[in-house]
């Protein structure tokens, strides 16, 4: 690149300047408070060690539950990565976009959409009610740890499908070919061929699942209930229940200290050398089921994943429109029956609502919040990639900061803001901003990571022949990299906007009850007694299934051709 | 005396045949190539020897044994694939050894083993060298130390030194010819490369459109090609019709003259038949006018080290490629002798 004067220079200083002052104001600030707050409480000695003592009984429990879900995860994805990596089956684009459901679910909608299966107010258990004619519900889902294991895999099932199959199927089939002609049995040819060299796989996917067990949030407050307390819960009842900041702050401290860790072993393992062959053919080792034993096992995979993806979301849709008149004289027994009241209500203020403003209102927020975030995040993001771009030296610590705030939980984010923006102007109580101004942080490096890979595509030559043909830096940028980067920008747009309007660990500290985001309301209204309030939680968390589903819906078409493998 | 029997091989891909009914038999120390053009089949055939793919049809045999029930692990035969699949996660020894452990051999032996089977390539020293910092000539050598160290039965190779460059694959190929008749089993090598083919293989055998249309030592079917196909894929570039004049000596008239050709097959021949010639070598020398010769019109002339490579053209427009010892140029006309370039009949 060439110097373009003065101008140029500052341009160029001011590409990298704003992400990094706004990283500084809404981060690393408050990150700050943050640790400040815990060391002076430490320090002052009025929490001190009976803290960290207090710090250590959710912190065992995070850390279990984590690890029984990653394993669990494990014992479904495994398999499953195996059979889409090997088989070629009818249903299998279906069964892909499927699965790409739980990387863009609301917490608030899973929950939801389980609890409309599984809870005490579920198809399931009203049917078992009605045919057995039980006044109890016959399974208990909601408070317990098969709840919140059960949603814990399925969210992360995808990623080990995702992440291990993919490797899996860019292994060179003829190494474990090789393995059997040197005389090494099928079950050898995997011990000591196949799993070593997909072993850095396996554990990215491993750390990442347990990484997103152990900063689970959303599900842990609702289904775990008051009886499970991770890390994330206990810092969110410290603030918004008990009002103890010292506490929940040395609680975020370790919550940070423990995913730096995981992090960096993630990256560590990341950076172990890949294995550099490909298969010749793509799609070389995809092969039709033959055998029975083939056929019923990805038939009986492709159902379990079904059920497990499918179920809870029909469940959800199914049961906000199921209307239940109690039978007269006889508690238990009702009548189900179809209903638009779910719907209807959401517009309607009532005096039962918790909120000032109707339920629809929320939605309104919702939309108004995520637009904001759009264009934060592709500002914030575009002059990132554009500061990278022009000094790939930075591209090391730009690439790292930018990323940081996906590594802090939402919660400790959230924690972070109620510690620090306390005063006027900028007050969590009067500034509703800063909600659209936490999403952007975590929506940057989605955005980020999705404009990058297409800049670095732009050869330079195209550029550099605009500029022969005389246009002028401006010019360049408008007729060869605007076009050419509007689909990338469209992802990354609809990305921002889908997080936005799922987001619910930070909103949970920073929305007011008079701006309640969907996710807040159906959260507040799922948990409260009534027919009618768990009605309109369903009628609201499908209409963010709807929004959710139209975005991967969106985002598939955008796909470039050729990334639809797996 | 160990022997390799494929009887009647079929197989499909994506629908359409593949392989149409491949029959051969490699013996104890011999080395049979199959030649032909990537895609044509052959790799799909070693795998099926191997075990490693299915066919629609025909039989594996060693010694007369069908091998349809026995699993790859078992059949203890040695495959090399072209670009050699050493694992990644494990050094030159440890690949080495990983037949023998399969085979369940004491670390003694193994030890022994694959120092033999190193130094044997001429790798003595690089066991505990990683296996992705080796040169390629370097993984070529470890992956046939590999094959040959558990000892198996049959040898197969695919495209052992395709991914070579030129220098190197003369050197290897002449190390490869000294390992494969060393051995003392009955090989199978993959190639598209004719020369390869001729320098290495005692028989040959020709694979096209999923048949092969030949198969001899390769001075036979270098000297005798069956068909045209044949004749080009050997590199023979002057095939042209001809009509029989005379029987004894045997005696065609071409667009190039009258030409006295061999006639080994003792085909039944009529003079007034219609044939094909192929003239096997490119040799010629220019003849001066009052001796007889072909006339020719030079298109270009491009100097190849000992010789001009010269396309000409008679009067008809019938194309010659031949190599003369003396620069021509574009309209030249020069009158050739044919003598040297062994004229062959096609049938």
Known sequence: ?566 | MNKLEVVNIQKEYEGSPLLKGISFEVNTGEVLCLLGRSGSGKSTLLRIIAGIEDCEGGQVLWNHEDMAAVPTHLRRFGLMFQDYALFPHLDVHDNVAFGLKTQGQNKQTIEQKVSAALEQVNLAGFARRSVTDLSGGEQQRVALARALAPEPRLLMLDEPLAALDRALRAQLQEELRQVLHHAGIPSIYVTHDQDEALALGDRIALLNEGQIVQIGSPEEVYRHPRSEWVARFLGMENIFEGKIIRLNPLTVSTGFGELEVANKDNKRLNIGDVVKVVLLSKDAEISDAKKKGTLLTVIESVFKGDHYRTVGKNDKGEKLVINLKFKTHPNEKIKVDLEATNPRILV
């Open chain 1, 1 to 566: 690149m060439s110097a373009n004067g003065k101008s140029g220079r500052l341009g160029r200083t001011l590409l990298w300047l704003i992400p990094l002052a706004f990283l500084a104001a809404f981060f690393f600030l408050p990150l700050g408070k943050i640790l400040a707050t815990a060391a002076r409480s430490a320090l002052e000695n009025e929490l001190g060690l009976s803290s960290f003592k207090q710090a250590l009984s959710p912190l065992w429990f995070t850390t279990w539950q984590a690890a029984l879900s990653t394993v669990l995860t494990l014992l479904l994805g495994l398999p499953s990565a195996y059979l889409y990596s090997h088989y070629r089956f009818r249903g299998k684009r279906l069964m892909r976009t499927l699965t790409t459901l739980p990387f863009i679910l609301p917490t608030v909608v899973a929950v939801a959409g389980f609890t409309a299966l599984l809870g005490p107010r579920g198809l399931l258990n009203l049917g078992l009610m009605k045919l057995f004619g039980l006044d109890q519900p016959p399974i208990m889902f909601m408070n317990t740890l098969w709840g919140i294991l059960l949603v814990h895999v399925f969210y992360n099932t995808t990623i080990v499908l995702r992440v291990v199959g993919s490797a899996w199927s860019q292994l060179d089939p003829r190494w474990e070919q090789t393995a059997r002609m040197l005389g090494a049995s099928k079950r050898q040819a995997l011990r000591e061929v196949t799993l070593p060299l997909l072993r850095p796989s396996i554990l990215a996917a491993t750390l990442l699942v347990f990484l997103f067990d152990f900063t689970s949030f959303g599900v842990i407050l609702m289904v775990g209930g008051p009886y499970f307390s991770t890390l994330e819960v206990a810092i969110y009842q410290q603030t918004m229940s008990l009002f103890n900041l010292p506490l929940a702050g040395i609680l975020a401290v370790v919550q940070l200290l423990c995913t730096f860790v995981i992090t960096w072993i993630y990256s560590k393992i990341n950076g172990i050398r890949r294995v550099p062959l490909m298969p010749r053919l793509e799609g070389e080792i995809l092969r039709q089921a033959r055998s029975l034993k083939e056929k019923v096992a990805l038939c009986g995979m492709n159902s379990l994943l079904a059920l497990l993806l499918v179920a809870p979301m029909l469940a959800l849709v199914l049961r906000s429109f199921l209307r239940l008149a109690a039978d007269q004289g006889n508690r238990g027994s009702f009548t189900p029956g179809f209903t638009l009241q779910y719907y209807t209500q959401l517009f309607v203020n009532s005096n039962q609502s918790i909120f000032y403003v109707p339920p629809v209102s929320a939605a309104l927020n919702s939309l108004l919040f995520a637009l904001l975030t759009v264009v934060f995040s592709l500002v914030l993001g575009t002059l990132t990639v554009y500061a990278i771009f022009h000094n790939q030296r930075s591209q090391r610590w730009l690439d790292v900061l930018i990323t940081l705030p996906l590594g802090a939980s939402a919660v400790t984010l959230g924690l972070g803001f109620v510690i620090t923006f306390n005063r006027a102007p900028l007050n969590v109580r009067h500034f509703p901003l800063l909600i659209p101004i936490a999403h952007a942080l975590v929506a940057t490096p989605f955005v980020v990571r999705s404009l990058q890979p297409a800049l670095n595509s732009i050869p330079t030559s195209l550029r550099q022949a605009a500029s022969v043909l005389g246009a002028s830096p401006v010019n360049v940028w408008r007729k060869v990299d605007r076009p050419l980067l509007r689909r990338p920008m469209l992802v990354a747009a609809i990305f921002a906007f889908t997080i936005s309007l799922g987001e619910f660990g930070a909103t949970s500290f920073l929305a007011r009850p008079e701006t309640p985001t969907l996710p807040v309301a159906i959260y507040r209204y799922i948990s409260m007694p009534g027919e009618l309030n768990y009605g309109q939680a369903l009628a609201m968390s499908t209409l963010l299934l709807v929004l959710c589903g139209l975005s991967i819906y969106l985002l598939e078409k955008l796909q470039p051709e050729g990334m639809n493998e797996i």
